[in-house]
């Protein structure tokens, strides 16, 4: 442990939106925020009880999730083990699948660690903009956190893994729906939906 500065949780993040949860933590136990790559020295020297990953855009290697035994938790706006990777809300409405919050162990496989807490949303696409959907979901997210904070930093939760294949969808996929669909985020989800099913086939 660091003796200058006992750090205790190790919030990883590259997006502001995240970082009203990790002032919530600060006021709670000593926190460190961190917007870069981590690496294996850094854990090391900061030996964290616990690192939470919310918004994070880097991979994180198997030799820091190895050294943190576990307690290496990341916040996923999707219900698990659906829409795996990026962008999950957007997918789930075109891909009809459920949609929800995950907090999950982070494993070397993308989105694919035991799951702590989920819980399934659901949305009107009528009267949703896929912005709105977006921020919704990361407030129930945020909610779920905390509802359970207390577990999660004793770490007294149990663990149960993800059932079934579910979906994946990378960076890649979504610029090339972005190419292919004229879309913004303010955009009312059905309105979305129906551009999307017109040049499906192009």
């Known amino acids: 442990m660091n003796k ?11 997006n502001e939106n995240a970082k009203d949860l990790y002032r919530w933590i600060k006021d709670r136990c000593p926190a460190v925020l961190n917007s870069e790559r981590l690496n294996i020295q850094e854990i090391q020297n900061l030996h964290p009880r616990l690192v939470v990953s919310y918004n994070y855009k880097y991979i994180i290697g198997k030799e820091i999730i190895d050294f943190m035994q576990g307690s290496m938790i990341n916040l996923h706006i999707s219900y698990l083990p659906w829409n795996r990777g990026a962008s999950p809300n957007i997918w789930s409405f075109i891909d009809n699948t459920p949609k929800g919050v995950t907090i999950h162990q982070i494993s070397p496989e993308c989105d694919r660690g035991k799951i702590l807490y989920q819980k399934e949303c659901f949305f009107c696409p009528e009267k949703e903009t896929l912005e709105s959907a977006y921020l919704k979901l990361n407030h129930e997210i945020t909610e779920l956190f905390k509802s359970h904070w207390q577990e999660i930093y004793d770490g007294s939760y149990r663990l149960h893994s993800q059932e079934g294949t579910g979906s994946y969808h ?7 729906l972005m190419k292919r669909v004229d879309f913004q985020w303010t955009d009312n989800i059905a309105v979305f939906l129906d551009k999307y099913r017109k040049n499906a086939g192009r």
């Not at 990378?170 to 090339?176: C, I, N, R």
């Open 4 to 14: 200058k500065f006992p750090v205790t949780v190790l919030f990883l993040t590259n």
């Open 170 to 176: 990378s960076k890649k996929d979504l610029e090339a």
